[in-house]
């Protein structure tokens, strides 16, 4: 039942939550402090740097502020489905349960996810619609522009708000007038350079992030070739360096960066790099599944560098817009599950994908804009939970690139420009009505491809022996500690070379020696795996199950849980017509959630993929749980 007063009497736990972050709190009550108290009609603008709470700060958002339906506006599927994810109350691990804001279930807001089949008796339950802003154009039938009430919303809230300067997003707020709109960013930067309309109300810079161990340390590495020479259509018979093409104006840094960009031979080391680092990362036996991600020029340039990367050993795998969807959410849930060591973009992991254990980020591209190359190095901020980290590297993210594709002044003009002050200014705007820029945002989810054939590129080759160079972000104290302990390494390693009279590889192949973890690994693997696959089939059927059955009272044989909300959502709704009985439904619903949250079936599961369903299993547990004992109150336990 609908009601239309839920987020003005409901009562969630924000103030003195232990499991809110300070700008979670903070942000909800400048835009409370906005519309509420100040009683304020420009759009609010919140910028908040990826990985510090966004989507919770959204779930929070409404309560007290609005009075009525909260419009929830995502600039592509991506993102949309994170927050879907994240907000609704059917999903095991959901924000109001995970950050406790509410304790049962009932008390959580009805989301909505908009779809054109969706009737209007559907969307009028909701408390919350959330839709992806393609849906928003007045030209589709089906758009909510042409069926719902300008007044039917009284809340918008735009995620990734730096695209709302298009004018499919001012078609929307213009023609639900009277609400309250709230745009969220994590970066905070155009490149067209149109400003946002609205008043800035707060900004949580991405220093303090870093301070909080919110997000993960940045440093940044440079591969230096000793000698870089450059040939100019083919002509192999007279070599330039950088420094006689540019001088001469025979060529400029962008022809240059492309040149480098598509060297096999720069890329390489790159790669080379990249692996180092991971490596470092991955040592004495750390259990953190720590990966790289790539971006590329191209599709084309993207296969290539996953062959480099297989070459040397590593899992490599390529996704890029021009794969089919399920292709591409079967490589996303190879990612969430490990089974992947290195992925090479093209254009499609960009804002909303987040994934703590991308902690390499590998670029082999040019960037001549701050907004896409922000985009990329956010992809490995999202910090590891620190119930997992094991050392103080775990939470720095690595950024190589080669110094020939000049992105030195992209990482230092972003290193200042998200903490300057003057980034306000370029946020504020105090007439709305000028925000009528042309619509970007139809042009963003357009497949985009590379005629290499036709790129004027020249052939990169090096010599020598380069060397990496190394810039952090901000000293944090995590940076700090990670610098003692390498020096103390150091000095070890040095005092191991003086007593055994040995050269520095041998010193440290020692030295690594004795801080390898005692571990006799698995003698047999093969019964290894069916163990665990015996114990998580046990722990459902044996465990579990029954003990849910037996603690709520529950008829096993009987077929009254048909109508519990486990089995309302489309993907388990099968299962009351499979299922014979309760106990059965429960241990399918079980078994589909690990499907789903794994990407395959039993069938086809690894080791890693055992160990990551039974990493899962109290989640769920706990979730199901709840979902019962409501069910069971509710019916007065006649079952």
């Given at each position: 039942?609908?009601?239309?007063?839920?987020?003005?009497?409901?009562?969630?736990?924000?103030?003195?939550?232990?499991?809110?972050?300070?700008?979670?709190?903070?942000?909800?009550?400048?835009?409370?402090?906005?519309?509420?108290?100040?009683?304020?009609?420009?759009?609010?603008?919140?910028?908040?740097?990826?990985?510090?709470?966004?989507?919770?700060?959204?779930?929070?958002?409404?309560?007290?502020?609005?009075?009525?339906?909260?419009?929830?506006?995502?600039?592509?599927?991506?993102?949309?489905?994170?927050?879907?994810?994240?907000?609704?109350?059917?999903?095991?691990?959901?924000?109001?349960?995970?950050?406790?804001?509410?304790?049962?279930?009932?008390?959580?807001?009805?989301?909505?996810?908009?779809?054109?089949?969706?009737?209007?008796?559907?969307?009028?339950?909701?408390?919350?619609?959330?839709?992806?802003?393609?849906?928003?154009?007045?030209?589709?039938?089906?758009?909510?522009?042409?069926?719902?009430?300008?007044?039917?919303?009284?809340?918008?809230?735009?995620?990734?708000?730096?695209?709302?300067?298009?004018?499919?997003?001012?078609?929307?707020?213009?023609?639900?007038?009277?609400?309250?709109?709230?745009?969220?960013?994590?970066?905070?930067?155009?490149?067209?350079?149109?400003?946002?309309?609205?008043?800035?109300?707060?900004?949580?810079?991405?220093?303090?992030?870093?301070?909080?161990?919110?997000?993960?340390?940045?440093?940044?590495?440079?591969?230096?070739?000793?000698?870089?020479?450059?040939?100019?259509?083919?002509?192999?018979?007279?070599?330039?360096?950088?420094?006689?093409?540019?001088?001469?104006?025979?060529?400029?840094?962008?022809?240059?960066?492309?040149?480098?960009?598509?060297?096999?031979?720069?890329?390489?080391?790159?790669?080379?790099?990249?692996?180092?680092?991971?490596?470092?990362?991955?040592?004495?036996?750390?259990?953190?599944?720590?990966?790289?991600?790539?971006?590329?020029?191209?599709?084309?340039?993207?296969?290539?560098?996953?062959?480099?990367?297989?070459?040397?050993?590593?899992?490599?795998?390529?996704?890029?817009?021009?794969?089919?969807?399920?292709?591409?959410?079967?490589?996303?849930?190879?990612?969430?599950?490990?089974?992947?060591?290195?992925?090479?973009?093209?254009?499609?992991?960009?804002?909303?994908?987040?994934?703590?254990?991308?902690?390499?980020?590998?670029?082999?591209?040019?960037?001549?804009?701050?907004?896409?190359?922000?985009?990329?190095?956010?992809?490995?901020?999202?910090?590891?939970?620190?119930?997992?980290?094991?050392?103080?590297?775990?939470?720095?993210?690595?950024?190589?690139?080669?110094?020939?594709?000049?992105?030195?002044?992209?990482?230092?003009?972003?290193?200042?420009?998200?903490?300057?002050?003057?980034?306000?200014?370029?946020?504020?705007?105090?007439?709305?009505?000028?925000?009528?820029?042309?619509?970007?945002?139809?042009?963003?989810?357009?497949?985009?491809?590379?005629?290499?054939?036709?790129?004027?590129?020249?052939?990169?080759?090096?010599?020598?022996?380069?060397?990496?160079?190394?810039?952090?972000?901000?000293?944090?104290?995590?940076?700090?500690?990670?610098?003692?302990?390498?020096?103390?390494?150091?000095?070890?390693?040095?005092?191991?070379?003086?007593?055994?009279?040995?050269?520095?590889?041998?010193?440290?192949?020692?030295?690594?020696?004795?801080?390898?973890?005692?571990?006799?690994?698995?003698?047999?693997?093969?019964?290894?795996?069916?163990?665990?696959?015996?114990?998580?089939?046990?722990?459902?059927?044996?465990?579990?199950?029954?003990?849910?059955?037996?603690?709520?009272?529950?008829?096993?044989?009987?077929?009254?849980?048909?109508?519990?909300?486990?089995?309302?959502?489309?993907?388990?709704?099968?299962?009351?017509?499979?299922?014979?009985?309760?106990?059965?439904?429960i241990a399918m619903y079980f078994n589909a959630y690990f499907r789903y949250e794994i990407?395959?079936?039993?069938?086809?599961?690894?080791?890693?993929?055992?160990?990551?369903?039974?990493?899962?299993?109290?989640?769920?547990?706990?979730?199901?749980?709840?979902?019962?004992?409501?069910?069971?109150?509710?019916?007065?336990?006649?079952?």
């Amino acid at each position: 039942m609908y009601d239309k007063n839920y987020f003005i009497t409901a009562q969630p736990n924000i103030y003195g939550n232990n499991e809110l972050r300070d700008p979670q709190i903070r942000g909800f009550y400048k835009v409370y402090k906005h519309f509420i108290i100040d009683n304020r009609k420009e759009h609010a603008i919140v910028v908040l740097p990826t990985g510090v709470g966004k989507t919770g700060l959204i779930g929070l958002l409404p309560f007290h502020i609005c009075q009525g339906r909260v419009l929830i506006i995502t600039p592509q599927l991506t993102i949309r489905d994170g927050i879907v994810d994240s907000l609704d109350p059917d999903t095991p691990g959901n924000f109001w349960s995970k950050r406790k804001i509410f304790s049962n279930i009932n008390e959580m807001p009805t989301l909505v996810e908009f779809d054109k089949t969706l009737n209007r008796d559907v969307l009028n339950t909701a408390n919350i619609v959330v839709l992806n802003i393609h849906k928003l154009q007045s030209r589709l039938e089906r758009s909510p522009l042409n069926f719902l009430e300008p007044d039917f919303f009284d809340m918008i809230i735009i995620d990734e708000a730096h695209h709302s300067a298009a004018n499919t997003w001012v078609e929307a707020t213009k023609y639900f007038n009277k609400a309250k709109v709230v745009k969220l960013t994590a970066t905070p930067i155009r490149t067209d350079g149109v400003k946002l309309a609205g008043e800035l109300v707060y900004k949580y810079r991405l220093s303090q992030a870093m301070a909080k161990g919110y997000v993960k340390s940045l440093r940044n590495f440079e591969y230096i070739p000793e000698t870089l020479l450059l040939t100019i259509d083919n002509d192999e018979t007279k070599a330039y360096t950088v420094e006689e093409l540019i001088e001469q104006g025979i060529k400029d840094e962008d022809w240059v960066s492309r040149s480098v960009a598509y060297s096999k031979e720069c890329s390489q080391h790159v790669v080379e790099e990249s692996i180092k680092l991971l490596e470092k990362k991955r040592s004495d036996d750390c259990k953190i599944p720590h990966k790289i991600i790539a971006v590329a020029c191209s599709i084309a340039h993207a296969e290539q560098i996953k062959d480099m990367y297989i070459q040397k050993g590593l899992n490599a795998q390529v996704i890029h817009s021009n794969q089919p969807t399920e292709l591409q959410e079967r490589i996303k849930k190879d990612i969430s599950n490990h089974r992947i060591d290195v992925i090479i973009n093209v254009s499609i992991l960009g804002e909303g994908y987040d994934h703590p254990y991308l902690s390499v980020a590998a670029i082999f591209r040019p960037y001549h804009s701050e907004l896409p190359y922000a985009q990329f190095i956010g992809r490995v901020l999202r910090s590891i939970p620190a119930n997992e980290v094991e050392k103080e590297d775990d939470n720095i993210a690595d950024i190589v690139s080669h110094k020939n594709l000049y992105l030195q002044k992209l990482w230092l003009k972003y290193k200042i420009e998200i903490q300057e002050s003057e980034v306000i200014k370029q946020l504020q705007e105090n007439n709305e009505l000028n925000d009528n820029s042309k619509d970007s945002g139809s042009n963003s989810s357009k497949k985009r491809t590379t005629n290499e054939s036709n790129l004027d590129i020249g052939t990169a080759q090096e010599s020598g022996s380069g060397i990496l160079q190394e810039d952090v972000y901000l000293d944090t104290e995590l940076i700090r500690m990670h610098k003692e302990k390498e020096l103390k390494e150091q000095v070890e390693i040095t005092q191991l070379q003086n007593l055994l009279q040995i050269g520095y590889e041998q010193a440290l192949s020692i030295y690594k020696q004795t801080k390898v973890k005692a571990n006799e690994g698995i003698k047999r693997p093969d019964l290894y795996f069916k163990n665990r696959k015996h114990e998580l089939d046990t722990e459902i059927r044996e465990i579990i199950v029954p003990e849910l059955i037996t603690k709520y009272g529950i008829n096993q044989q009987d077929t009254n849980l048909q109508d519990c909300r486990l089995f309302k959502q489309r993907k388990y709704s099968y299962i009351k017509n499979r299922g014979k009985n309760n106990g059965a439904y429960i241990a399918m619903y079980f078994n589909a959630y690990f499907r789903y949250e794994i990407g395959k079936v039993r069938d086809q599961w690894t080791t890693s993929d055992y160990d990551v369903a039974f990493s899962k299993l109290e989640i769920i547990k706990e979730y199901v749980e709840e979902v019962l004992s409501e069910y069971m109150q509710e019916n007065n336990n006649d079952v």
